[in-house]
């Protein structure tokens, strides 16, 4: 489907930005993947920096090894116009968060993830 940024809804895209990191199985990760972010999508942390769908893909495959049995949980989104702000808490079950974050995200004319820029605390 194919949509403006703007009528994306802010709680739409932090959905999708949280669905690509819980999927496990690779061929539906990386359709989440194609879904929600642009072919040359950027996402920068602490940690990484990768560009594109292959790397990103590569990137997701990496921190669910290293964090098995976590969920990528998204609050607080906000939006203004093509950027969003989202609050990212990587987690487990009756577990403290491993991770805490915000990520500052640009959307694409149609609504993709044009890039992402996580803050991890």
């Known amino acids: ?4 940024s703007a009528d994306v809804l802010p709680a ?7 669905a690509v990191w819980d999927e496990t199985e690779p061929a539906a990760r ?3 993947i ?3 972010f642009t072919e040359d999508a950027v996402y920068t942390d602490q940690f990484a920096s990768v560009v594109g769908h292959d ?12 964090f098995p ?18 609050a ?3 987690t487990r079950p009756n577990s403290r968060a491993r991770l805490d974050g915000d990520g500052i995200v640009e959307l ?8 992402v820029y996580v803050f991890l605390s």
């Open 30 to 32: 990386r359709a989440l």
């Open 108 to 115: 694409a004319d149609d609504g993709r993830i044009r890039s």
């Open 34 to 36: 194609v879904e929600a």
């Open 1 to 4: 489907m194919t949509h403006r």
């Open 12 to 18: 739409s895209a932090g959905a999708r930005y949280g």
């Open 88 to 90: 990212v808490r990587l």
């Open 55 to 66: 790397e990103l893909d590569a990137l997701v495959a990496t921190v669910q090894a290293e």
């Open 69 to 86: 049995d976590h969920t990528c949980v998204t609050a607080g989104v906000a939006g203004h116009q093509r950027l969003l702000r989202i």
